[in-house]
């Protein structure tokens, strides 16, 4: 499994004697026992009968490899089964001498804590875990980086994550194992299953190393994986990918942990799915938590980041707009909450996730000024089911719209959009110049042109409310957030005579049997009201 995955050297320490730790790969990089260390120790790998592991005195014993051009690399991961207990700072292996010729240092802190140590010119970057392994178990400990981010790992957990883009010193020094190039903090414990790669490992391949090593091979893990479903619709000819189907992604899901129903046919799970939104829901923040005056996006991201999102891929699209004054939320609020609260100040759609499962955060655009992305008719070509309804509910839909923004210190800002439109059955003109007044007091938003938009958005998704189109058509598996839709229903003796633009609200399909499945709509009509 190791090799699979290209390590520079590998070392199973499963010597019984002599004073050479052979390096598995066809690199021939063998290293040397110093001063005595206990060889054929147990395996730290679980069932693993046939290869020991080697065990340290906390003093001086070491294994170290002489310097080769080949472990300088830009990237890097390094990787060892650690069994310890002590509380001392303790270095599972090193290419360092203490001085000017330093390049990285994995070791554990005296909290027990994994931690990269990577030199940057002169100047070294520290980055530290919060999971203690000095319990005496083993524990399959793995640091990597990638000239974009540190990633840490235990037992195939990603235990931390930190950006970091700066040019990783290169060394002439010796790769000491147990011990730092100068000779000093002397780990104490057993080590098993050393390697060294030029670039950074997956999570995937540092998971299927982990199993491996503890031999629990569960297809599933639900507290980490993730569902993505697609939609597989056969084509007439084969495609680039040398098959005939075509897919589509519908999202990225958290998983429950399903009840197993066993039956004559085997075992069923029903699995369920959550948006990843949930990430951001059930992550809350343990103190009072405060925003200064800076930049929306910049605000937002430092909230994503901060419940564990690689928003590295997110389409977050940038703002000039910076907070007005310091906002703050009070402890327990929802982090979703807060980035919500932040986007909504700035105009924007609440936060979102594609159905390839990235992060979208992107300003509101009124539904009259969006492109149309789907057209469905009713003509003899029509994939819609017959059975369609139209409602309306014209009582108390809003017809006017105020807002105020009041923070101290700062200037009171308000805005009031008003629905005059004769083409909108709400209107203030089509109510006999009567008034359904929606207020409030508290609107946060970021400056006057900014709440004034906001008024015009909450008055057009009042006013949409008004006039829903329920329809069913066959599967289209490629609708995404508040598609903009043109409905020609004017064919037929029952036809509601309408050719209007609507904007989806939502939309759902069955995944048994999807080639004779109804995939259900909900669009609200669009009426320009300001």
Known sequence: MVLSHGPLVYYRFGETVGTTAEDSTANNLDGAYNNGPIQNSASLLDGDTTNGSVTLDGINDNISRAHVA?????????????????????????????????????RITTN????????????????????????????????????????IYVDSYRVLKTAETRSLNSATVTMTIGLNGAGGQPLTGSLDEFALYGRALSSAEI?????????????????????????????????????PWAEFPLGIFLLSAPDRNQSESGIDRPVQGFDQNTILLQDCVTARYVVSTINYITAVSTVLVSAGLDISGYQLTPTTLSLPAERSWELGTPKLTIVNDLLRAANYKPFRFDSTGVGIAEPYVLPESRAIDYAYSTDEFSVMTP????????????????????????????????????????????????????????????????????????????????????????????????????????????????????????????????????????????????
């Open 70 to 106: 080949a472990f300088n690399t830009a990237s890097l991961t390094v990787e060892a089964w650690v069994k310890t207990t002590a509380a001392t700072l303790q270095v599972i292996a090193a290419r360092d001498d203490a001085g000017a010729n330093e390049s990285w240092q994995f």
């Open 387 to 530: 059975d369609m309804e139209y409602s309306f509910n014209l009582f108390d839909v809003p017809n006017v719209v105020v807002l105020s923004r009041t923070i101290p210190k700062v200037n009171t800002i308000t805005a009031t959009a008003r629905n005059t439109k004769i083409a909108s059955p709400t209107s203030i003109v089509r109510r006999g110049n009567l008034s359904v007044v929606y207020a409030d007091a508290n609107y946060d938003a970021a400056d006057q042109t900014t709440i004034t938009a906001a008024a015009n958005r909450i008055l057009t998704e009042k006013s949409q409310a008004a006039q829903i189109w329920k329809f069913g058509t066959s599967i289209h598996p490629f609708h995404e957030d508040e598609d903009v839709l043109t409905i020609t229903d004017t064919t037929g003796l029952y036809s509601f005579g309408v050719t209007d633009e609507f904007m989806e609200t939502e939309w759902s399909l069955p995944f048994t049997d999807p080639s004779n499945a109804v995939m259900t709509h909900v669009a609200a009509r669009i009426v320009a009201v300001v």
């Open 207 to 243: 998971r299927q190393h982990t199993q491996r090593g503890t031999g629990n091979f569960e297809e599933i893990d639900y507290t980490r994986d993730r569902l993505k479903p697609y939609i597989a619709v056969r084509m007439n000819s084969n495609g680039t990918d040398g098959t």
């Open 112 to 151: 027990g804590f994994p931690e990269l140590v990577l030199w940057f010119g002169g100047t070294p970057g520290v980055y530290t875990s919060a999971v203690a392994v000095n319990d005496g178990r083993p524990h399959h400990l793995v640091a990597t980086y990638d000239g974009v981010r540190v990633v």
